[in-house]
């Protein structure tokens, strides 16, 4: 028997003589001492534990104080969102939605929740739904889609929508969560600008079709003027040769006279010989078939053998490849690029000229490099035009149309030109050409 036991088993025989009228013995002096301090002690634990109690009811109401904070904030966040929130079970019964996806489709929430979702989708969209909502639970993996929903008052609705399946330890067992947001805005200012394209197109192929037209109208027009004006020329010629042979001899004035006008009238055949050229550069027909460059260059070597007679030219070149284009366009492109090269160094004292190759995915670029005259690269964009010329006659001859049919026949296979040089230091001259050419007739 312990301390504390005794005292009680006193104090239960002083109870028991007490209901019985009987005089209870009194207890030892000692076990009464022992009794109080033992009293005093569970006193005090009762108070301690009274404050512990006290203090964790303080912390259990702060906690659910935060807690409920929390949760308002939670549910001010999920109903005030600017995304729609929902949960779907297999079935695509909605289980739980805010009132953004409700606002979305004009419903209010207690007939919205509990109902299928597909009945809210767009009938041209349910079959994408299905199947995506099956694939979503099968293979939990967030999917993303665009889907068109079916609003209350019969209008409709374009929404992407982010779907991710959770286990909740709901009854129903796991759950889609799916977010929506409305890009209703978005959809229609592409269809906009679908609409403008469209008609910008239409616009931009009728434009494109009446300046061919225009074009072809003005070439037509120019090489007729050219033609035109060949007979003119050659009576020219004609008369003032007949007076240069006249007997007796005109003057000495005379024979100067026309000295200028033989020269002149030459000077102008050559300028319409070469709009003509322009002319067929522009309006010829072009057939695609496989163009083997080298040989192209082989060709072009041997028509320019008598310009090369008594010089030693060194005309070299990069493996040339085979290229989609129309055999005489690239003829002609080399034609004139080599012979610019060839008037470039005529007064070269080992005069060279190469033609370098690069293969880039979209095209290939061809490089004609000289050691010849070079030029001035604030007149590069002239060097491309019709009789535009950098160079006086006498270092470099010809009427100046060579390098702007080359820009035309390149153009006309879908291709770019351009040029690099320093005065003095030769030039570059660049053809870049599409590997599947967009060709112009």
């Known amino acids: 028997m312990t301390k504390v036991d005794k005292p009680q088993e006193t104090l239960r025989d002083h109870a028991e003589a007490h209901l019985h009228g009987q005089t209870p013995p009194v207890p030892p002096p000692d076990d009464l001492h022992t009794l109080l301090r033992e009293l005093q002690t569970q006193r005090h634990e009762l108070q301690v534990h009274q404050i512990e109690l006290q ?19 939670y549910t001010d966040l999920f109903e005030l969102a600017p995304v729609g929130y929902l949960t779907l079970d297999r079935q695509g019964i909605v289980q739980e939605a805010n009132l953004t996806v409700c606002a979305m489709l004009g419903v209010r929430r207690e007939l919205f929740v509990s109902r299928r979702f597909p009945l809210f989708v767009a009938q041209e969209s349910r079959s994408h739904f299905s199947l995506l909502l099956r694939r979503v639970f099968e293979l ?13 008052g019969g209008e409709t609705c ?10 909740t330890g709901d009854q129903h067992g796991p759950l889609c969560r799916m977010a929506l947001m409305d890009i209703t805005a978005q959809r229609r200012a592409q269809d906009a600008v679908m609409r403008l394209n469209q008609t910008l197109e239409e616009r931009v192929e009728e434009r494109t079709a009446r300046l061919r037209e225009l074009g072809g109208e003005f070439e037509r027009f120019a090489q007729s003027i050219a033609q035109d004006l060949l007979s003119p020329l050659r009576h020219i010629t004609s008369f003032a040769t007949l007076l240069q042979q006249e007997d ?3 003057s000495e004035a005379g024979r100067r006279h026309l000295s200028a006008i033989l020269s002149s009238a030459a000077r102008m055949n050559t300028l319409v010989g070469a709009l003509i050229d322009v002319s067929r550069a522009s309006n010829s027909r072009m057939r695609l078939t496989q163009v083997d460059l080298g040989r192209v260059l082989k060709e072009v070597r041997k028509e320019l053998l008598p310009r ?13 490849p085979t290229v989609s284009s129309d055999g005489t366009t690239m003829q002609l492109i080399f034609l004139h690029v080599l ?7 005529r007064a070269s004292e080992r005069p060279q000229i190469h033609v370098t190759v690069q293969d880039t995915p979209p095209e290939y670029i061809l490089g004609v490099r000289d050691n010849g005259l070079g030029f001035n690269m604030r007149y590069r964009d002239k060097l491309f035009e019709v009789f535009k010329k950098v160079h006086s006659e006498r270092d470099f001859p010809g009427a100046g149309v060579g390098l702007a049919v080359v820009r035309r026949l390149v153009a006309r296979v879908g291709g770019r030109v351009w040029a690099d040089g320093r005065v003095g230091e030769g030039a570059t001259f660049w053809l870049a050409l599409p590997k599947q050419p967009p060709v112009l007739d």
């Open 308 to 320: 090369m007679e008594g010089r030693e030219v060194a005309l070299t070149h990069d493996a040339l």
């Open 55 to 73: 203090l964790q009811n303080e912390e259990l109401r702060r906690a659910n104080e935060e807690l409920e904070e929390l949760r308002a904030r």
């Open 339 to 345: 012979d610019n090269a060839l008037k470039a160094t």
């Open 140 to 152: 939990p993996d967030k999917r993303v889609a665009e889907l068109t929903l079916e609003r209350a």
């Open 158 to 167: 374009h929404v992407q929508i982010e779907c991710v399946v959770a286990d």
């Open 248 to 250: 007796p001899p005109v």
